[in-house]
């Protein structure tokens, strides 16, 4: 009798422990991880605490522009986002492809565990130059949202040579209209050319299909997201802040930027641990 109320009583201390370990545990990851080491091999915070249930889990998806040693907002230095690369994988998240985001939103496809889309608008030469050989470093695929007038023509973006090599090792190209002009000033007979032309143009380099599109400056509204699905696209994604999930608009998915701040990276971890609060908050950034 008396060992077994030892016994209970050692299974309470057990059960007090792993709660405040599950408790305390952002703080405590966050801390070591700000203290230079992300080698760190405790369970920290995954996607997976982002599952909301009925509407599913909420997907990441990442948004970078440049990555270049630029002073600009706009710039995640190849240094940062090596690091944040890492930290991807070694926390157990897999890079997805928009279609095996579009499948699993539709119900046709399963997705692995802690899933991230990373992507890229614009297509700036230094996503060939500097992403894409850090992502093949830790065996992760991103998707480049280009501006189908920029490439080829203009100093400082991709060419359609170097997508066509992303693509061969399992990146994906797709639109970013063919002037980047901010959307909701077009017309209707301007906004179909900006959307048709520049998937007709980048279906003819790449030779494939291109199926989903990013709307410059994250600018939209319900009838320009019809107009892209007139337009023959699967799915947009806006820079509405927040993860996707089965009740997003298909038309205009949620994405998490992530610039260059006075402290890159620590911003990078809170982004993608606290976006579900952010949302449930219903607290959103631009
Ligand atoms: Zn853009």
């Known amino acids: 009798m008396k060992r077994s109320w030892r016994l209970l009583g050692l299974v309470l201390v057990a059960v007090v422990c ?31 605490e982002t599952d909301t249930g009925e509407d599913g889990p909420q997907i990441l998806v990442l948004n970078y522009h440049k990555v270049s040693d630029e002073f600009l907002s706009l710039a995640v ?13 070694e926390h157990g998240y897999h890079a997805i492809t928009p279609d095996e985001l579009y499948d ?46 920029f490439l080829g023509t203009r100093k400082g ?26 959307m909701t000033d077009l017309t209707n007979d301007q906004l179909r050319a900006e959307l048709v032309e520049s998937k007709k143009k980048a279906e003819a380099e790449l030779g494939h299909e291109v199926k989903y599109m990013a709307y410059p400056t994250g600018a939209y509204n319900l009838h320009i997201a019809q107009l892209v699905r007139e337009a023959g696209y699967k799915a947009a994604f806006t820079i509405k802040y927040g993860g996707v999930s089965r009740k997003s608009n298909i038309y205009a998915l949620e994405r998490v930027p992530i610039f260059h701040t006075e402290k890159t990276n620590r911003d990078f971890i809170e982004r993608i641990h606290y976006t579900p609060q952010f949302e449930s908050f219903g607290w959103t950034k631009h």
Not at 28 to 37: L, N, Q, T, Y
Not at 116 to 144: C, E, H, S
């Open 157 to 182: 973006y991709l060419t359609w040579d170097e997508c066509r090599e992303m693509e061969k090792n399992g990146m994906t190209v797709a639109s970013h209209t063919v002037d980047h002009k901010s």
């Open 77 to 89: 230095a190849p240094a940062d986002f090596d690091w944040q690369m890492r930290y991807l994988k």
């Open 104 to 149: 699993a939103l539709e119900g046709t496809g399963q997705l692995p565990d802690n899933p991230v889309l990373i992507t890229f608008d614009d297509g700036y030469q230094d996503n060939y130059d500097n992403a894409y050989p850090i992502l093949r470093k830790y065996g992760l695929k991103g998707t480049v949202f280009v501006v189908t007038s």
């Open 18 to 48: 792993l709660a405040a370990v599950v408790l305390l545990r952002p703080t405590v990851g966050h801390e070591a991880e700000m203290a230079g080491s992300i080698d760190d091999t405790q369970a920290t915070s995954t996607a997976q």
